[in-house]
């Protein structure tokens, strides 16, 4: 998932060590963070999670709520938080689906992700409510456990396991945002390469960007990063309107493709799709940072136009992409452009830095929920907390970088991702939580209700279960 961080907020068990910055205070202002920006917590500023002044205000994976977003800034937010290898993947993913039944089904699977985006927000206003001295609404994984402490009496118990189940499910799917990110750099960039007679084998392309990869996640404060986002979503918007232009370019018939692929692949179609729409994290945060709040989920509010929008790139990208290249078609659409041709290898290059430069950020998600947990269990890093940090921040790329070295198939590791993590989300975590408040409220719910979500709960298990044994067998 691509991800914004909200800074606002400092884990309770490592606030003052990394306020000081270690012992000496000489380090570089790129690498320090003070006070406002040591991390970001899922916890409710330290308080116990009944109450209290809990409540949050996007924490964990938002944005700097003290610079108000507008309508326009909060919309391409949303764009960027789900626009990246999973977009450029629509094609193979569309090849599994069918030429017919691809664009139907992602776009039922985006109004069935944009209504769980709903129904998330709704039930974190819900339990805002009754925490008197909240101001914001807590985040994801806040949103949680509120909501099973609050629900009936039997999942009170369960309220701190799901909201860890909560942070566990983002930082994989973080984590393995990046180890995609390696081989979707690798293979756009060793296509170059080949062309110009330099034959390398892929492992030794993601040895040679692991560096490069490395130096902006060591960036501890978030403000240095932000000319990273800024030059990465140039880069993919670019590389989205070049794509588009190769594949509009003498498309074959229909009739070349198929309109249903099969039942077995179908699975990997939707561990793609849902992959690609991985952007419920950033939901609560973004309404957080708004100027004007009660803009974000109306009718024609910011996440409903947004995500259109994004479903709509999906939907086109990905029919271009199978339609112009059909059987052929590569877990990267990028893969496909001529590879003698100089604006396609411009094209590869930009997207390839737009996502190196995007690793530091979805980066930066994942550590800001594990680092306080490392901070308290290592004695160490009370009198050297940068040090603990920056080798915590090393170990990590480098574990991504070995899981990418070890799994090369980048569409199968896309589906996985998408099947186990991503799917449990955006699918499984906001109707359950509807069902919790509704029996906690007067233990009654409307039929309706209880079929809607356990349609998406069905849909979920189907995802999850075949999508999850088809991406290991491709793997």
């Known amino acids: 998932m691509p ?42 500023d330290g308080k116990d999670s009944d109450g209290g002044g809990g409540g949050g205000g996007g924490g964990g994976h938002g944005i700097d709520s003290d610079h108000p977003t507008s309508y326009l800034e909060t919309t391409m937010h949303i764009f960027k938080g789900n626009v990246g290898p999973g977009l450029y993947a629509m094609g193979q993913a569309f090849f599994n689906g069918g030429i017919v039944a691809a664009p139907i089904l992602t776009v039922l699977l985006g109004i069935t992700c944009i209504h769980s985006q709903h129904l998330l927000l709704n039930c974190a206003a819900k339990v805002k409510a009754k925490l008197p001295n909240a101001k914001q609404l807590p985040d994801f994984a806040e949103t949680v456990e509120l909501c099973f402490e609050h629900g009936p009496q039997r999942t ?22 990046c180890t995609v990110y390696f081989g979707f750099i690798s293979n756009n960039l060793k296509q170059i390469y080949d062309y110009y007679g330099v034959v390398l084998d892929i492992r030794v392309h993601m040895a040679i960007i692991f560096v490069p990869i490395l130096l902006p996640t060591l ?17 993919m918007m670019l590389g989205i309107c070049i794509t588009a232009s190769y594949a509009v370019r003498d498309l074959p018939s229909l009739s070349e493709r198929e309109y249903f692929s099969s039942w077995r692949q179908l699975p990997l179609y939707f561990g793609t799709a849902i992959f690609a729409f991985e952007g419920i994290a950033l939901v609560l945060p973004l309404h957080n940072a708004m100027r004007k709040p009660s803009d974000f989920g109306r009718p024609l509010g910011v ?13 086109v990208l990905g029919f271009l992409g199978y339609l112009k290249w059909g059987d052929n078609v590569k877990s990267s659409l990028t893969l496909n452009l001529p590879p003698g041709d100089i604006l396609a290898q411009s094209v590869k290059v930009m997207v390839s830095l737009g996502i190196l430069l995007g690793y530091a950020l979805q980066f930066f998600v994942a550590i800001q929920i594990m680092l306080p947990s490392v901070h308290a269990k290592i004695g160490y890093s009370k009198t050297h907390p940068v040090r603990v940090e920056l080798v915590f921040r090393l170990v990590m790329v480098l574990v991504t970088f070995i899981v990418a070295e070890s799994i090369l198939n980048v569409g199968a590791l896309i589906s ?10 955006a699918l499984v975590f906001p109707p359950v939580l509807e069902i919790i408040l509704g029996l906690a409220q007067d233990g009654k719910i409307c039929w309706m209700v209880w079929l809607k979500n356990s349609l998406i709960l069905v849909l979920a298990i189907f995802i999850f279960l075949t999508g999850t044994f088809e991406s290991l067998k491709e793997l």
Do not use: H
């Open 303 to 315: 996440l409903n136009v947004g995500m259109a929008i994004v479903t709509v790139i999906f939907t």
């Open 156 to 177: 009170r118990r369960l309220a701190k396991y799901m909201k860890m189940a909560v942070n566990v499910f983002i930082c994989i799917t973080q984590l393995g945002f």
């Open 416 to 425: 996985l991702i998408g099947a186990l993590c991503s799917t449990a989300l």
């Open 3 to 44: 991800g914004l961080i909200d800074p606002s907020k400092k884990p309770p068990s490592s606030s003052e060590p990394l306020g000081k910055n270690g012992t000496n205070g000489q380090s570089n202002p790129a690498f320090e963070m003070n006070d406002s920006e040591v991390g970001v917590t899922n916890g409710k």
């Open 219 to 235: 960036i501890r404060n978030l403000k240095y990063l932000a000319w990273c986002m800024t030059l990465a979503n140039i880069c």
